[in-house]
């Protein structure tokens, strides 16, 4: 080839590119298989079930699933399966898929028998030990009770509705108690928006009696929206009252991490009572997952 | 009179066929086939710069129409009162003026007089033609340095790669300005034999500083490529002084006539040119970073990675251009220093083809080096460093035809495979811009396995927001009358461009406020995404009515906004 070594370089790139043509045609999911793989899916799904499809970035499954429960996360972690029953596990065999996801269930979970469809597959995971959320959190926004503690001294009810979330008196275009769904940690995350008031104020969230299951556990994760987490000028404190009871104080420090907790319900019914502050609350925008989650 | 009719008929005729047949000739057909080309497929939506120059356009164009009307009624000074310059061209004025007043009139001329093409293509001409412009001057400079088969096929592959190929359609800078650095490359290289050329380099520096203020940077890469060319120059006296090369005289034509052109072209800058022009500049001295995706990062601040534009372009360009590309950069580059090494060794000034072989190799490097600089901001995904691309796809160009120089030699058969060894290079990037044509900027090549690669690396997947231009006849088909749409990267200026072109109803509403419309776009860009999970949080639904995807990747969604029924106590 030395006679050629112009005519070997274009050669090697036209049969590089024919063959990797290919290859990425080959990685293709076909439209027909994701709804029959979507049907089968609906098909079996019960009520207490995730849905955990893998990769992230093929949208296909959400376009026909994103009405259930249903996670697409980069980073699957086992905290993010408290509270289900099932997980029906959704894989696409395209360019970048990698069988983490499988490999993290199948050590939380029992598999049973797989479907495949093309280059989908679905897999049944029965959780053991089952679980079932008795109260999330975001679901439940409008049953709250919000007050936010001004620094100044002035107290007053954040009782005015818009939709899905409570707007506070002062800045209600930033200081509200809503659903929400940011990215926290690389990975979109449902949770409910607590931005602390300026100052060290307080805002106060009443929880509604259902959220209390004696013995339940109350898990949940918290961290700033990455829009803005790099400008976050303070931690923010969370503390958790069962009645007068101090359940969980948690520090979460200013950055782009998630942090999760768990924590054990009392026996005996008691109000419970979120309560967020900060030192300094620039372009904190604090979001807080919750749910009572309890065993089956 | 016959005679004379029949004589004046056949100059006429041979002078068409010598024209036809010589490298001018075939030039100004290869740029008119550009401009037809993509005129003809200027579908793409509009990004979010082009409403404003199309608006940019518009106004200033507003200003020639004002001044025709003053010059009839006598009162032509008005015209150029500080009042009405500013008035006229004060919008947009950190881009200077020159592409947005040619948009101006191929807009009035071919839209509004001549009515050959629609109302955002009328904007888009103006770009157009200048890479028309730039086509020709691709080809004449494939002449000049290779031959004419280089020529042709450079320009065949510039275009037949997916980002240029987009970006060559819109009404904005970056197309342009490419255009203007091969002319102006071009140019310098004439006018080191030539001094009508060393005038033409001095215009024509203005006008591509007059496009866009990358141009800045072609003085420092004219120079070092002049400079590394008579580096055997460079040497010292017995007197211990050192003794330069010549200067360039395109250098000084550029100082001289340059500033001039751009002066002249930026009417904003008249009744005070140092604080407005200086004004423009120090905008783009303090450019503001935007967030960047790359290999899962998302980099808000500098430093910025230095390997950014070379890895896009390695993931970008497709294969085929790339691989003989590098190969054709290394092999100039080479021929390069050789000619250096020889003007060292015969004490001779260099060769015009050692010359442009430097200067074509520092030109394909400059500008992703100046990305590279970690504190340079890297939005725009490729286009920002879209000049070398000319250079590149001649270095490529002059490789393929090599090989079938090569390949015509092998044994009998090799001179039959020719054409077929033609038509694959050119073929198959030519089906990647085929396939991704109106997205061209979300393409990735074959090494990555495309757009699933790209996103699975955590790559820029889209921006700018043009292609929710796609999902524009589902709102139409589906909106209730005086439905609000949220556009998300599509701004309010393209937003009406669409209505006043016919792709988008006009009783639609333009809506800011997520919560308050009825249907959302929501483009899958990293640091935008979050107003896609808005919708999610809102709807609680993460189904959306559609999407535009590529290989099952989405780069937008649109969203039907129904809220989730909220029962309050």
């Not at chain 1, 079930?49 to 893998?54: A, I, P």
């Not at chain 2, 950014?308 to 021929?335: E, K």
Request: charged share 20%; net charge positive; glycine share 8%.
């Amino acid at each position: 080839m030395k006679r050629w070594p112009h005519l070997l370089v274009v050669l090697v790139a036209v049969g590089a590119s024919l063959v990797l043509s290919f290859v990425r045609l080959s990685r293709r999911v076909d439209e027909r298989d994701l709804d029959a793989a979507a049907q089968a899916l609906r098909t079996e799904y019960r009520d207490g079930d995730l849905v955990v499809v893998t990769p992230y970035y093929i949208s296909g499954p959400r376009e026909r699933l994103g009405d259930l429960p249903l996670l697409s996360p980069r980073q699957l972690d086992a905290a993010d399966l408290r509270g289900y029953a099932r997980v029906q596990l959704l894989e696409l065999d395209v360019t970048g898929a990698t069988s983490a996801f499988r490999e993290l269930l199948s050590v939380q979970a029992q598999a049973q028998p797989t479907a495949t469809f093309g280059r989908v597959r679905l897999t049944t995971f029965v959780r053991i030990p089952s679980e079932r959320r008795r109260f999330d959190l975001g679901e439940q926004v409008a049953a709250l009770q919000v007050t936010a503690h001004y620094a100044d001294g002035l107290v007053a009810r954040c009782d005015k509705f818009e939709r899905d979330r409570w707007l506070c008196p002062r800045d209600s275009s930033w200081s509200y108690v809503g659903r929400e769904v940011v990215e926290i940690d690389d990975d979109p995350r449902a949770c409910v928006w607590l931005h602390p008031l300026p100052k060290g104020g307080e805002l106060r969230v009443v929880l509604p009696d259902i959220a209390f299951v004696p013995n339940a556990h109350l898990i949940g994760g918290m961290g700033f929206a990455a829009s803005g987490a790099k400008r976050v000028q303070a931690p923010v404190q969370v503390r958790l009252f069962a009645g007068e009871q101090e359940l969980m104080r948690r520090e979460h420090p200013a950055g782009s991490s998630y942090t999760r907790y768990d924590v054990v319900l009392p026996a005996e019914p008691v109000p419970l009572t979120l309560m967020v502050t900060s030192e300094n609350n620039g372009a904190a925008h604090f979001c807080l997952s919750l749910s009572t989650v309890e065993a089956l | 009179m016959r005679t004379s009719w029949s004589v004046w008929k056949s100059r006429v005729h041979q002078a068409g066929r010598k024209l036809w047949q010589s490298d001018t000739g075939i030039s100004i057909l290869i740029g008119l086939l550009v401009v037809l080309g993509l005129t003809a497929t200027a579908d793409q939506g509009y990004v979010r710069d082009e409403g404003y120059y199309f608006k940019a356009a518009r106004e200033y164009h507003a200003w020639f129409e004002e001044l025709w009307r003053n010059l009839w009624a006598g009162r032509l000074g008005e015209s150029f009162s500080t009042a009405t310059l500013s008035r006229a061209f004060g919008y947009n004025t950190e881009h200077p003026g020159f592409v947005k007043l040619l948009m101006g009139w191929s807009w009035k001329l071919f839209h509004e007089w001549l009515g050959v093409v629609g109302d955002a293509t009328g904007y888009r001409l103006g770009s157009i033609l200048m890479n028309g412009v730039g086509a020709a001057f691709t080809y004449l400079l494939g002449v000049r340095v290779w031959n004419r088969s280089v020529g042709v096929l450079g320009v065949a592959l510039l275009f037949a790669c997916p980002h240029v190929y987009y970006h060559s359609h819109l009404a904005c800078f970056d197309g342009p300005i490419t255009a203007m650095t091969v002319v102006v490359t071009y140019a310098f290289l004439r006018s080191l034999q030539s001094w009508r050329w060393v005038i033409a380099t001095g215009l024509l520096w203005g006008v591509a500083v007059a496009t866009k203020h990358n141009a800045l940077f072609l003085i420092p890469t004219l120079l070092l490529a002049y400079g590394l060319s008579r580096l055997a120059e460079f040497r010292w006296t017995p007197q211990w002084r050192l003794s330069l090369p010549a200067v360039p005289l395109a250098i000084f034509a550029i100082a001289v006539l340059g500033p001039l052109v751009f002066f002249v072209t930026y009417p904003y800058g008249w009744p005070a040119p140092m604080s407005r022009i200086g004004a423009y500049y120090s905008y783009h001295l303090h450019h503001e970073h935007y967030p960047v995706d790359y290999f899962g990062t998302l980099y808000t601040e500098p430093p910025f990675p230095v390997s950014f534009p070379f890895v896009m372009s390695a993931i970008t360009v497709p294969l085929v251009v790339l691989l003989p590309g590098i190969v054709g950069w290394l092999l100039v580059s080479w021929r390069a220093l050789r000619a250096l090494v020889l003007a060292f060794k015969t004490r001779t000034e260099m060769s015009e083809a050692g010359s442009a072989a430097w200067l074509l190799t520092v030109s394909a490097f400059i500008p992703p080096a100046i990305i590279a600089e970690p504190s340079v901001p890297i939005f725009g995904g490729t286009k920002h460093w879209m000049p070398m691309m000319p250079f590149f796809a001649l270095f490529a160009a002059a490789v393929v035809v090599a090989a079938c120089r090569e390949l015509a030699h092998v044994r009998r058969w090799g001179q039959r495979l020719v054409p077929v060894l033609l038509a694959l290079v050119v073929l198959l990037p030519a089906f990647e811009t085929y396939r991704t044509e109106r997205d061209g900027q979300t393409y990735f090549n074959e090494l990555i396995l495309g757009h699933q690669g790209g996103a699975a690396l955590g790559m820029p997947r889209t921006f700018w927001g043009g292609y929710g231009v796609r999902l524009l006849p589902l709102i139409n088909e589906r909106a209730r009358p005086g439905a609000g749409v949220y556009t998300h990267r599509m701004n309010y200026d393209d937003f009406a461009a669409y209505q006043r072109n016919g792709l988008l109803r006009t009783d639609l509403r333009f809506v800011s406020e997520l919560r308050q419309a009825d249907y959302a776009l929501t483009y899958h860009q990293r640091e935008y995404q979050d107003a896609e999970y808005r919708v999610w949080a809102f709807t609680g639904d993460r189904r959306p009515l559609a999407s535009v995807t590529f290989d099952g990747v989405a780069t937008v969604s649109l969203y039907e906004l129904r809220p989730k029924a909220e029962v309050r106590r």
